[in-house]
Structures are given as structure tokens and as C-alpha cells.
T-cell receptor
Framework: DAGVIQSPRHEVTEMGQEVTLRCKPI?????LFWYRQTMMRGLELLIY????????DSGMPEDRFSAKMPNASFSTLKIQPSEPRDSAVYFC?????????????FGPGTRLLVL | DAKTTQPTSMDCAEGRAANLPCNHS???????VYWYRQIHSQGPQYIIH???NNETNEMASLIITEDRKSSTLILPHATLRDTAVYYC???????????FGAGTQVVVTP
């Protein structure tokens, strides 16, 4: 398996523009997670899905952020409008529950810079 | 989820065992101990997890004290590629949200 795939790997945009980050989870996994990493706040969970349904979005910073999972093999995280404080590395992870345990596999991340 | 405490950093000589401590004194009975690591510029990588018993896999060993208030991750023969930030995470039930702290920066030197 190719692992979790994220695109783009790097994104530079200007403040006010819309940004869309994409994630393809590992085939057969039924959980999908979006995390954000910054120097100030470390790694923090934004939202996660189970069987394409959002389960916990309490980490989504504000209404400018939205996430969707239209099918089991694709998810997007959208920021509209983007702001400089959104600059971070965004990770997608996927997992499945095996024997009441789940191991999350992370993608390589998308490095976002908002100017 | 229980809070964890880890040293900020530690060094280890290549080829030697690296012992990474983690305190989780407020852990409750249904919380598991997980270890992940993050090599620079990469996504976090799962290492190992446990509930009460000691665990071993191809990457590492996890030793959990009898009272479960602390644990130690052991990398038996550290290599330069083990240089990374290591996160100890305590989680209820074994799935869902992972709450990452600051972790321990481990530097393996030749």
C-alpha cells in the first residue's frame, strides 16, 4: 500500500485566498484524522471521521475551516479565507480498529504558508 | 485523557540502548499507553502501545510499572535513524483522538 497520500505537499498563498488540502487514506481504513502542527501549539487534532461521518470537530479553530469526506477514499480540509496564522503543517492520518485498538498512520503532511 | 510528563531531550550513543521515561501518574484503568515518534519533516509514526503488561515488537519494548503510573520505551540498539521526537500518549479505550504533548527530542550520536 502507498500509505496515506496528501496533496499538495507545499502550498504558498496570500491572505484571503481559499486553500484546499487533500487526503487519500489507506484503503480499508474507516477512521480519518486531520491534525495541525505549529511551533507554538505542537500537534493538535482538528477533526476526525468514522465511516465518512464527522465524529469530533471540536478542534476546528473557527468557521473559516471546514472538512469533508465525500467517500471512503478521499477527504478535504478547506480554509476560506486563509490568514497568516493558519501557516502550519497539516497532517492527515487514517486507521482501522483491530481488536479494540487502532493505530494511526500519518501522511507526509502539507506545509502551508499564508503570506 | 491523563496527562503525561517526559524529559525535554536526551542523547544516546549509537548502538546503545535508549531508555525513554514517561510519567502518567493520573492514568485510569481503561487508558492505554501509546508511543509515537516523529522524524524531522515527517508525519508521526506509531511505535508501540500497552495497557498493563510489558510489550515488545520489532521496533521497541514498552515497560509499564505495576502501578501503571509510569512507563519506559526502550530502543534496544539505537541507530542514527532513531533521532526523532518521541511522544508518550495516554488514551482512553484505544481509539480516537491522540493528544500529543511536547515529547522528548532524542539525538543519537555516532
Amino acid at each position: 500500500d502507498a500509505g496515506v497520500i496528501q496533496s499538495p505537499r507545499h502550498e504558498v498563498t496570500e491572505m484571503g485566498q481559499e486553500v484546499t488540502l487533500r487526503c487519500k487514506p489507506i484503503s480499508g481504513h474507516d477512521y480519518l484524522f486531520w491534525y495541525r502542527q505549529t511551533m507554538m501549539r505542537g500537534l493538535e487534532l482538528l477533526i476526525y471521521f468514522n465511516n465518512n461521518v464527522p465524529i469530533d470537530d471540536s478542534g476546528m479553530p473557527e468557521d473559516r475551516f471546514s472538512a469533508k469526506m465525500p467517500n471512503a477514499s478521499f477527504s478535504t480540509l478547506k480554509i476560506q479565507p486563509s490568514e497568516p496564522r493558519d501557516s502550519a503543517v497539516y497532517f492527515c492520518a487514517s486507521s482501522s480498529v483491530t481488536g479494540r485498538q487502532e493505530t494511526q498512520y500519518f501522511g507526509p503532511g502539507t506545509r502551508l504558508l499564508v503570506l | 485523557d491523563a496527562k503525561t510528563t517526559q524529559p525535554t531531550s536526551m542523547d544516546c550513543a549509537e548502538g546503545r540502548a535508549a531508555n525513554l521515561p514517561c510519567n502518567h501518574s493520573t492514568i485510569s484503568g481503561n487508558e492505554y499507553v501509546y508511543w509515537y515518534r516523529q522524524i524531522h519533516s515527517q508525519g508521526p509514526q506509531y511505535i508501540i502501545h500497552g495497557l498493563k503488561n510489558n510489550e515488545t515488537n520489532e521496533m521497541a519494548s514498552l515497560i509499564i510499572t505495576e502501578d501503571r503510573k509510569s512507563s519506559t520505551l526502550i530502543l534496544p540498539h539505537a541507530t542514527l535513524r532513531d533521532t526523532a521526537v518521541y511522544y508518550c500518549i495516554v488514551r482512553v479505550g484505544g481509539w480516537g483522538k491522540l493528544q500529543f504533548g511536547a515529547g522528548t527530542q532524542v539525538v543519537v550520536t555516532p
